[in-house]
């Protein structure tokens, strides 16, 4: 590396640096889940007073957050205000994707297994966190945050994404819904399931580029559904590996019929004539 090279990073690159409140908001995101779902952590504050003080200390936190962001549509302090008093609704709705997930999951043993180690509720808080931001037009914190649960969980939900009640995703990993996809309520998404636009021209950043997923919609692992006029209509099921770029009406079944080959021979070995 040149001298010349490594004066211009420290001149133009590290002279004033943008602040990047990820780590800050990330901790708060962790911090706020566990107060309103403290199965997610050791600490039980049994007294009104302590939760509403620790309520109002992560109010503070996300004001402080918010002030290092340029270009907010209000200021940190009504912003973050706005945010909190929203609570209840966002409570509300986490509350009903876990028992969603609970009521499709066999193996789910009660809710408290769901919020404490489900990646997907997981995934989904951070999404409404993160969406909340998102319609307040709050720029680089949503993408922060869903970023950090992608990291973490293995499925990416673009912050804008409109994502209804009782939503249920199962296992998650691999999962990738686009910032324009709009998912009804009693959506259940599984694996490997791929929410995205048909063309990614830059042009098109302001139109509706991924699908519609309305209510009571199942979609089975691995199944790719592209494009901002495709919609899936309500009650309809869409097998695994499907790949559907139109749409369909509703209580329609939609599969990938594979061909499969199966023999059977008395000695295994005398078949094994590949190299890899």
Known sequence: ??????????????????????????????????LLFPERTHQRLTAAPAIAAQLQALQQQLEAVLTSVTGLPVTPAELAADLFARLPTLHELLLLDAQAIMAADPAAQDLAEV??????????????????????????????????????????????ARIGRSCSIDHGTGIVIGETAVLGDHVRLFQGVTLGALSVAKELAHQKRHP?????????????????????????????????????????????????????????????????
């Open 1 to 34: 590396m040149t001298d010349l090279f490594i004066r211009s990073l420290a001149e133009t690159h590290h002279a004033a640096p943008p602040p990047l409140p990820g780590p800050q908001l990330c901790r708060l995101a962790d911090e706020l889940l566990a």
């Open 115 to 160: 919020i404490c180690t489900y990646p997907g509720f997981y995934a989904l808080a951070l999404h409404r966190l993160a969406h909340a931001l998102y319609q307040r037009q709050v720029p680089l914190l949503p993408r922060l945050l869903s970023e950090y649960a992608h990291q973490l969980t293995g499925i990416d939900i673009h912050p804008g």
């Open 212 to 276: 519609t997923i309305e209510d009571h919609v199942v979609i089975y692992a691995g199944a790719t559904i592209l494009g901002g006029s495709t919609v899936v209509g309500r009650h309809s099921i869409i097998g695994g590996n499907v790949w559907l770029t139109e749409s369909v009406p509703s209580h329609s079944r939609v599969y990938h019929r594979a061909q499969l080959y199966v023999t059977r021979v008395e000695d295994p070995t005398a078949d094994l004539t590949f190299s890899i």
